[in-house]
């Protein structure tokens, strides 16, 4: 058994402080049981906890970090930058060159907007799309998650569904009511939906990838058929890129899939592992925008100079020339490497992938919505994930989450995972 006495500590003295001892729930190891590992540093592919134990991170900060830990040019951007100021309040031009980067990659984004999280940048999108439109009801999917702005805390996904509380309590009745739900992947629901409120609904928002319940790809045509509803009903489709943009492809699941949204929410890889999110879209929504128009949004660290050095260093390196080939190499190795092992549990193990995002189901194949993921084993893969924990893996604490690659991951990294995973379901199997 690992020792990880300094973590025990150390949340001890952080339960003194903050609810739950974290600063965002999905931390709280309340999923998987036991205490929440604490860590000094993180390096490539690797994290070492205050005990010294050192760990394969497949984690990834929740999806930021695909270039790995402290990847030496992302720091030393940072570092620059901040010897010239934390902070303005004003523009500078690293927020233009952070946007035209982005929008290399979503050349759709007539207009964009930095903020700091992904939960601002969808509060941003929501707001517009109401404002646009002069509709109030948003339709979401079960289990997808899109930041904890209350509309959106309906049916939830990520952290929200691991407590069980997939619509939180403190969101008036009034306002959740607004929000429609429908199953992911199912496009006859949303055109029910659409059918009954005709001409009230705002916008359409999607995980065009759903990674807050594991990881769910889009059924073929499901994307193509929201495009085409909102286009025949005037509904804004705003696609939740904040997790697969430049995660399953250099322009996200939009390049991927070949579907584009109104507005396109974006975060995490395009800060670097600082706080940064972006909403965008076509010139036309976004013009209505404050100081534009009158759409009200703000924020004092909006388009922060040193996390835009960090996500420009980010952007820079994910251009390099077969970057994502190279990505794509380790995911389909660790694909083709888990198929024998998952051979000997038959119906007992899905395996979801999306590019170098990808979730391990204790349940059968295949998980194509939220109810499908809610049937997962979630005792099973608690065991599974203390038992990976303890060979030096990192997984999510929960199954309702994805795992990342990072460019740091080697191939011997992916075999030492694999071995663990092997190894693990031995025992959780019997
Ligand atoms: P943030 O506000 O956490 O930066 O982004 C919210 C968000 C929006 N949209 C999508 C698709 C997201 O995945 C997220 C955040 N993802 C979770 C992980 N499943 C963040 C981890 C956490 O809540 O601590």
């Given amino acids: 058994m690992t020792n990880r006495s300094q973590s025990e500590l150390l949340f001890e003295q952080a339960r003194r402080l903050f609810p739950g001892g974290v600063n965002s729930p999905v931390r709280a190891f309340q999923a998987v049981g036991g205490t929440p590992v604490f860590f000094r540093s993180g390096r490539g592919a690797r994290l070492t906890d205050l005990d010294g134990n050192e760990y394969l991170d497949f984690v990834g900060s929740w999806g930021p970090l695909i270039l790995g830990h402290a990847r030496p040019e992302v720091t030393a951007a940072i570092i620059e930058a901040a010897g010239r100021g934390t902070s303005f309040g004003a523009p500078s031009p690293l927020e233009t060159d952070l946007a035209e980067r982005v929008r290399e990659a ?40 899109h930041g904890h702005a209350d509309s959106l805390l309906v049916k939830a996904g990520s952290g929200a569904a ?47 990838v759903a990674g807050n319940m594991g990881c769910v790809p889009p059924q073929p045509g499901f994307l193509s058929g929201l495009r085409e509803l909102c286009d025949r009903q005037g509904i804004v489709l705003i696609l939740d890129e904040v997790m697969t943009g430049f995660r399953v492809a250099f322009g996200g699941a939009q390049e991927l899939f070949g579907v584009r949204g109104d507005l396109v929410c974006l975060g995490k890889i395009i800060g670097g592992g600082m706080p940064v999110g972006a909403f965008g879209g076509r010139k036309e929504i976004m013009s209505i925008l404050a100081p534009e128009g009158s759409v009200y949004q703000a924020g004092t660290l909006s388009g922060n100079p040193v996390a835009m050095a960090a996500g420009i260093a980010t952007l820079k390196l994910l251009q390099e020339r077969n970057f994502y080939p190279r990505l794509e190499q380790k995911g389909r190795r660790l694909e083709q490497g888990l198929r024998p092992i998952l051979a000997h549990y038959p119906e007992r193990l899905c395996f979801q992938r999306v590019g170098s995002m990808f979730c391990l189901y204790f349940r059968s194949a295949p998980v194509r919505s939220f109810e499908e993921a809610a049937r997962s084993d979630t005792a099973a893969f608690s065991r599974f994930f203390h038992l990976m924990l303890d060979q030096g893996c990192y997984l999510p604490p929960a199954q309702f989450e994805s795992c990342f690659l990072s460019a740091a991951h080697t191939m011997e990294d992916l075999d030492a995972f694999l071995d663990a995973a092997g190894h693990s379901l031995k025992i959780v199997f019997g």
Wanted: hydrophobic share 45%; net charge negative; with cysteine.
């Fill in 106 to 145: 979503f050349p759709h984004l007539e207009r964009m907007r930095f903020v700091s999280s992904g939960t601002e940048a969808v509060m941003g999108a929501i707001r517009l799309a109401r404002a646009y439109t002069g509709r109030d009801l948003i339709l979401k999917f079960s289990g997808c998650y």
């Fill in 162 to 208: 691991t407590l069980g509380t997939p619509s939180s309590p403190g969101v008036p009745k009034a306002l959740a009511e607004l929000t429609l739900t429908a199953a992911y992947n199912d496009l006859a629901e949303v055109e029910d939906l659409a059918a009954a409120h005709p001409g009230r609904i705002a916008c359409l928002i999607v995980e065009p």
